[in-house]
């Protein structure tokens, strides 16, 4: 099925070949997930269908052990790849642009005598961005960890406690339920460091009546889990218990408005008209959310720029944030799915 | 010093800027580190040494923070960053070729009217690829660090523990010792499961009479280590014991003719000379190492078609190894620092 969809693409724009290198592309389509760091590692798939990995020479068993059915070209450090296949010619060739090199471009025009490059980026961000049952399933089961991950988090809080050590407590307890990685780096974020939106945990303590913003996800069986939670400590100020009730407010009434058919650019405009109409817009720098599967950012982008429509099967996180200066940063999040019907959060802590 | 290099690149041949796109070289020159995603994370250098950092607006404080005194270009997610500065013209313009994406080059080309494009990589590389002192010795505590690491692990080896098990284990005891990130996926694998070079931690158990791979590094102020060691559970077979000893003897053959002015294809050679004499050459498909600094896996390549010669200052992996499958896997992996006199061996823990 993913593969019809490469193909027809080929012939419909009558390119001789596609050449997938993305490492989670290549992982979608092959069962084979690989980090090749500076390596050469593509799936070469022609207008035919016949697929021909590329990888090194050492990771060729673990390829066919993953199921992957087609040639594989391994090579060994020493060697070009190029070198290892008989002369071909794919005169219109489909690339992917945004991750393509300019280097290794050259290389491929060289080595299969491409006269024209076509971009195939949107075809595989098409596939990936519907999901499967299957795949839901999986994505639900991290979003379950990504909230045991935050409740492990919040019983750690306790007066003079910093910020690494509530996030090492928190990776430790998801180690022990198996979780080997996480999906990006933990944040843990007290009170005003939560003000700077990527900010990076430190050895900042936990002071009483402050908020505590988490901002976390798990990788599980390949696919991503994200959620942020801001928790009071204690009793905060006003002024910080006013935008957190802007920001709920603005994450509930965005993920209300999800389903089959809705334009995307509106699910961020419901957020930040509300943001903005509380006079905090421009303290939401940032877009409402991303699709999330076998990437932690991935298609669809939820942001006012993207005019294209909710489908069902759709994974995605609605994430509105406020941000002043020297008082407080929060930021709430929940990963959605679009359903036939309208959709469902899957994360599940209480906000 | 940094700067002044590229710099001097830049009037050397004649081009207007440069644009450094690898995160880890815009924090080598800037002191800010970022993961921008697909998100545009550019540093913008002209002949005239002017710098501009083009990033997400809500990274901006962060980068000042981190001690970036040039221009900053914040961009909200709904802009365009190109949009935000003045009309300007580079005619030549240098780019890191094996990092820009074919993509973010049209955009650039079409954003800064460029005529002529030049790569800037190896300059990058250049700079890197010898280390201060500061460097090594922030390298020299990441050894260390893996050196505990690997102690972790073995201490955790018992009948019938899985791989996870040790895995999960290592990484805890580096968080209570305050490392936060391993600088790739730790690697503990048993027996013939070792024989796959890049093979996945699982449910395999110890069994008795085998030996035990481990392959990890920490991150420690940014900069990576890398250790390999292949330890004995009990008393492995004497065709397994056979294969340690040859790769032992290349790893320490390889490592003793490492000095200033010896060829880096040289050291390669020694070590797979020794592997193929004992006749198993086959067995060995990887390069005996690479550099080793704020990335894992950098400049130097240590193999045999690198040319150059070792330098005061490389920081590199010598990792000879030998898979032979239902057999065994052994690889033994130092990090060096090239010194004026010869070397020095940054992990420690006995081979």
Redesign the interface.
Known sequence: MKHNEITSFLNDHHADAAWITTPLNVYYLTGYL??P??RLFSLLITKDGEETLFC????V??AKNAGFKGNIVGY???ESAFDLIEQRTYKTFA?E??????????EIEHAFNVEK?L?I?QVLKDLRNVKTTDEINTLHEAAKYADLAIQAGVEKLTEGITE?EV??HI??TM??H?I??MS??TMVLFGDHAA?????PGDRKLQKDEYVLFDLGVIYKGYCSDITRTIPFGNPSDKAKEIYNIVLDANKQAIAMIKPGAKISDCDKVARDIISNAGYGDFF???LGHGLGLSV?EFP?I???NQDEFKEGMVLTVEPGI?V?DVAGVRIEDDIVVTQEGHKILTGYEK
């Open positions: 690989s980090e760091h500076e090194p020479k050492m990771e068993q673990e060994l450090d020493t690339i642009s945004e991750h393509l090199s300019v280097k290794r471009l050259r490059i971009d980026d690494i996030l090492n990776e430790t180690k022990q198996g080997s990685k990006f780096d700077a939106p990527h900010g990076t720098p940032h877009r950012h982008d942001s006012s720029s941000y200066p």
